[in-house]
């Protein structure tokens, strides 16, 4: 059964603290790892998707990177604005190799910057 | 973002009653989801749709049903509520050829 852990569930940082948060997951053949930002009362707002080991993707003091088993949310000089929950998911596998779409999420891991 | 939006935002209603919610999208997208999301369980699948009136269950679907008669809306119908299904309700859309799935505002919905 496809699973994805994410850690660590709550992590606190001082404004320019640089940290990763991790995703790993347990999956055959992997179709893609999404990660998601959730503020609160919101719903996720898609940041990246990655497909392959070794691809790393950018945006703003974000950036994600792909390993076989596993996925790092790396935050540069974070700023109390990028406090929120965030969120990877991967595809499921289903019958015939069709997913359609259908996602299994981590638990997410809740980020406070303070200032 | 994503045209996407649900509807009502927040809903209070007693146990027993029959609840729909719908989401609606502008954005042409064949795959639609629903899912819940409770502290401790994170986002998990209700249903989900693959086209207009075809549609398939996900990991939580008892208590559940959906329709989806034309591309732009699904809805979640709670036949009978129960309190265990007080929660935040989230519809997503996906395309064509990715599975990045876009997800509405969300619906609080309270049982009591």
Redesign the interface.
Request: hydrophobic share 25%; aromatic share 26%.
């Given at each position: 059964e496809d699973q994805v852990t994410q850690s660590p569930e709550a992590l606190r940082l001082q404004e320019g603290e640089s940290s990763s948060l991790n995703c790993s997951y347990t999956v055959s053949g992997l179709?893609?790892l999404?990660w998601?930002r959730q503020d609160p009362?919101?719903?996720?707002?898609?940041l990246f998707?990655l497909y392959s080991a070794g691809e790393e993707k950018e945006k703003e003091r974000l950036k994600a990177t792909l390993t076989k088993k596993e996925s790092f949310l790396h935050i540069t000089a974070p700023k109390p604005e990028d406090s929120a929950t965030y969120?990877c998911?991967v595809?499921r596998r289903g019958a015939g190799g069709t997913?359609?779409?259908?996602?299994t999420?981590?638990?997410?891991t809740i980020l406070t910057v303070h200032p | 973002d994503a045209g996407i939006t649900q509807s009502p935002r927040h809903k209070v209603t007693e146990t027993g009653t029959p609840v729909t919610l719908r989401c609606h999208q502008t954005e042409n997208h064949r795959?639609m989801?629903w899912y819940r999301q409770d502290p401790?369980h994170?986002?998990?699948?209700i249903h989900?749709s693959?086209g207009v009136k075809d549609t398939?269950k996900?990991e939580v679907s008892d208590g559940y049903s959906v329709s989806r008669s034309k591309t732009e809306d699904f809805l979640l119908t709670l036949e009978s509520a129960t309190s265990s299904q007080t929660s935040v309700y989230?519809c997503?859309i996906?395309g064509q050829n990715?599975?990045?799935?876009?997800?509405?505002?969300?619906t609080r919905l309270t049982v009591l």
């Open positions: 179709r893609g999404f998601y009362g919101k719903g996720p707002e898609f998707t969120l998911a595809p997913s359609y779409g259908k996602l999420f981590g638990q997410g | 795959y989801y401790g994170g986002l998990r699948l989900y693959y398939d996900g989230f997503a996906g990715t599975d990045t799935q876009y997800f509405g505002p969300g």
